[in-house]
């Protein structure tokens, strides 16, 4: 199984600064990797599939690049509705795993 | 766009079955995946298994052994049956759509299943 591994656990930025995150796997996963946000109370939702195509009607400001063992989420400028969790999941290896979440806050 | 509604009781005691649907509604069963994961309360998310419409399943190696996903065609439903359930599998419960595998695309809005005596 392939633990994923996001750092840091918490990043407090302000609205309009830039964030980024990063996911490790234990193993290359190739270019399968997904970022999604998750926010209290609600689903989890998918923002970058096969490491940096944005899913449907994700806002340009959100980035990912890497491949083989590293990765990275950026969101360009922070708005306000940004504030969540974020988690990285490989899709590479069964079963998919999921990193340990990035707390974005203000 | 396609919304998945999902439904189970959520107060079970230890060693029963755990049983929930997802209905799939705006879609249909074609060559998509329809997947369940859970996030225990405060915790991370954890994948349990997927199904293709045509029946075939893949299991978390460390649910493999008490789980069953099935699809249901004619009702655009599909289930998740977790056995012998214990504390430990307290989570949130999702259903989950995604046109690759693996990848989750479309989610439920989650059930809150407690195991507790």
């Known amino acids: 199984e392939r633990v994923m591994t996001q750092s840091p656990a918490t990043l407090s930025l302000s609205p309009g600064e830039r964030a980024t995150l990063s996911c490790r796997a234990s193993q290359s996963v190739s270019s399968d990797l997904g970022w999604y946000q998750q926010k209290p109370g609600q689903a989890p939702r998918l923002l970058i599939y096969?490491?940096?195509t944005r899913a449907t009607g994700i806002p340009a400001r959100f980035s990912g690049s890497g491949s083989g063992t590293e990765f990275t989420l950026t969101i360009s400028s922070l708005q306000s509705e940004d504030f969540a969790v974020y988690y990285c999941q490989q899709y590479n290896n069964w079963p998919p795993t999921f990193g340990q979440g990035t707390k974005v806050e203000i | 766009q396609v919304q998945l509604q999902q439904w189970g009781a959520g107060l079970l005691k230890p060693s029963e079955t755990l049983s929930l649907t997802c209905g799939v509604y705006?879609?249909?069963?074609?060559?998509?995946?329809w997947s369940w994961i859970r996030q225990p309360p405060g915790k991370g998310l954890e994948w349990i298994g997927e199904?293709?419409?045509?029946?075939?399943?893949n299991y978390s190696p460390s649910l493999k052994s008490r789980v069953i996903i099935s699809v249901d065609t004619s009702k655009n439903q599909f289930s998740l049956r977790l056995t012998s359930v214990t504390a430990a599998d307290t989570a949130v419960y999702y259903c989950a759509r995604g046109l690759v595998r693996g990848v989750p695309e479309d989610w439920g809005q989650g059930t809150l299943v407690i195991v507790s005596s």
């Open positions: 096969g490491a940096s």
């Open positions: 199904v293709r419409h045509a029946g075939s399943s």
């Open positions: 705006g879609g249909s069963f074609n060559d998509e995946y």
